[in-house]
């Protein structure tokens, strides 16, 4: 059975304890965790440590793992997406050692995945980013198989600004993509950590291409996005893309979840889909964006049936 879960990016001033207790509270099954590491980034939804994996402790451990226990609730996967291929030798050489470390802290928590970026230069063509991608990401998933770990490639283009245009700093941004990623890196630890709303905004189906890459899926977000034609007819598709869509909450966008969940099914998934909440209309206060958690648990869970047990920690 899917598992629905909140990634836990949107409470970035809430302890771990408060944001299991609002998960719980909002009928959530699973969280993934940021693992950001500690200090400030200046990314929207960066630089959120919930776990900080660099100094997991064995008693820090198991507090972690007990508070999930006591909640009912369970991690579906660890959290970090940063630009690991930059041309900035410092930015990528910092990124790929925390990916290993937050790897090496899946493994400690007893948690299978860890969702990031591949990464990219924005500024070289696809076949230099790959040549970059075939010195870097072999060694990580040979650390992730060594941990028992999968790796989950958000499918996130970010070049939503100006200082990400025109490439973006993700490499993984289409099925074409992901075929090549995956003849390069043949191993079941190497997937996708399926987010649909990037494909809307592209272009592309984004249920079409769920039958052949489902096996590859060990992560899904649930984000909605909505394309403003208007304005698309009036900057073009060579705008920033911004400038024409906005992130929204399921069900305010033009994914079809229907048939997300119906192709998830049966292609096989039981797998996490985790709400992102990134809709600016629901950003005013901490208490917009937990009601937005809410409204978006129970507009998914038509889909989705409650597992019995998932509630055990809720409080009123």
């Not at 990219?120 to 040549?131: C, G, H, I, K, V």
Request: include cysteine; charged fraction near 20%.
């Amino acid at each position: 059975m899917i598992q629905l879960g909140l990634v836990s990016a949107i409470l970035p001033e809430l302890p771990l304890e408060r944001v299991i207790q609002e998960s719980a509270n909002a009928g959530y099954e699973c969280i993934e965790l940021m693992c950001w590491p500690v200090g400030k980034a200046e990314r929207r939804y960066a630089g959120v440590t919930h776990v900080d994996a660099g100094n997991l402790t064995d008693s820090e451990v198991a507090r972690i793992q007990n508070l999930f226990t006591t909640s009912g609730l369970t991690i579906s996967g660890l959290g970090y997406y940063p630009n690991a291929l930059s041309p900035d030798a410092a930015e990528a050489t910092n990124a790929q050692e925390h990916i290993r470390k937050v790897i090496e802290g899946a493994a400690k928590l007893g948690v299978g995945v860890v969702n990031t970026f591949i990464g990219r230069d924005w500024t070289q063509s696809l076949d230099a980013n790959f040549a970059k991608f075939k010195q870097v990401w072999p060694d990580i998933i040979r650390l992730a198989e060594d941990n028992n770990v999968k790796v989950g490639i958000e499918n996130c283009p970010m070049l939503f600004t100006s200082d990400e245009w025109p490439g973006g700093k993700n490499l993984a941004v289409s099925p074409k993509i992901w075929r090549r990623m995956f003849e390069e890196i043949p191993s079941p630890n190497f997937g996708l950590n399926y987010d649909p709303s990037h494909l809307v905004w592209q272009g592309m189906d984004p249920v079409g291409v769920i039958k052949e890459f489902a096996p590859r899926f060990v992560h899904a977000h649930a984000k909605d996005a909505r394309v403003d034609r208007d304005r698309l007819n009036d900057v073009g598709i060579l705008a920033t893309p911004l400038e024409f869509h906005a992130p929204k909450l399921p069900g305010l966008g033009q994914v079809d979840w229907s048939g997300f969940f119906a192709a998830l099914t049966a292609a096989g998934y039981r797998g996490p889909v985790c709400v992102e909440v990134e809709d600016r209309a629901y950003e005013g206060s901490l208490e917009d964006r937990l009601a937005a958690c809410r409204q978006s648990q129970v507009y998914l869970r038509q889909f989705c049936p409650t597992r019995p047990a998932a509630r055990a920690g809720a409080t009123a």
